[in-house]
């Protein structure tokens, strides 16, 4: 199991680091770095784990992660189909960006933005691709004309009308070594056995902690229960099947760790305000729209 926290490898030279990746999975390790990063999804999909908050990722999906927010992208229903993980991230470092931004007053608009980042957005309504076309074009220039268009792009992203805020409480922590291994073996397990009967006991022995230190351990990271964190990778899994599978109501609460019926929508419609059968039609009818 890897450690965090994560240092994004760049030269003397350098200060915007361009990432392509394209390989069988994404970094599965929850990580937190120093850098402020811009990541499209170019191929794949699963769940993204950001802060404390749990939502689902796919292609041409967009977002932008600030300083030190740990987050971590599980992959799932692609690589059943053999396919590769591809993104495209940008990374800067935070300190320095805001040393630009501050030191030129025509640039501080984006002094607000760059901070709300350090809550993790998804960036939506970009039908038309223009942001997506400004980030794939970052992988055909020199570096030295990069840094010019990435604040442009900052510019474009501080002026964006339709942002999502991804992580409800701010964690200023950066976990430690030990932190790390333990939050991601906490992750790790609960990815793997979501669809599963989970016991506070059994996760408590995962994290090595009794199951009262580990409740309080768990509060302290990420602001809310362990049950409440199950019980968003269990709709965010959900979300995904109701959009990308042709499965029935029952099943897919089956699939997503949920054995009585009337249990799970009473639950997807306490995160979700709807039931899975709105959400599904909603979703259908706004995807038809765009295409």
Known sequence: MKVLP???????????????DDQPFFFDT???????????????????????????????????????????LKNDMDHKKGNNAQSVSLFVEEDLLLNVVNSFPELRM?????HRTRFGLKVRDDEEGNVRKKILAFRKRKSDENIFYFFHLMY???????????????????????DGRRLAKILDFTLKRFQHVISLDEVSEVANLSKTAFCRYFKQ????????????????????LLLHSG???????????????????????LIKKMTPAQYRKLMKNAAFKIE
């Open 6 to 20: 994560f240092k994004i490898p760049k030269t003397e030279r350098t200060s915007l680091v361009v990432q392509e």
């Open 221 to 240: 990271r990420t602001r809310k229960t362990y049950v409440d964190f199950l019980t968003e990778v269990r709709i965010s899994k959900a979300c995904e």
């Open 30 to 72: 929850f990580h937190s770095h120093p850098e402020l990063q811009i990541t499209l999804i170019t191929e794949s999909s699963g769940t993204l784990i950001v802060g404390d908050s749990v939502t689902s990722f796919r292609k041409n999906d967009i977002f932008i992660l600030g300083k030190n927010l740990p987050h971590v």
């Open 156 to 178: 474009t992203l501080s002026q964006w009308s339709d942002t999502e805020v991804l992580s409800g409480t701010l964690l200023n922590n950066r976990p430690g070594e030990e």
């Open 247 to 269: 499965l029935g109501i029952n099943e897919i609460a089956m699939e997503s760790g949920y054995k009585n019926l009337s249990n799970f929508n009473r639950k997807f419609k």
């Open 110 to 114: 984006m002094d607000e933005f760059i």
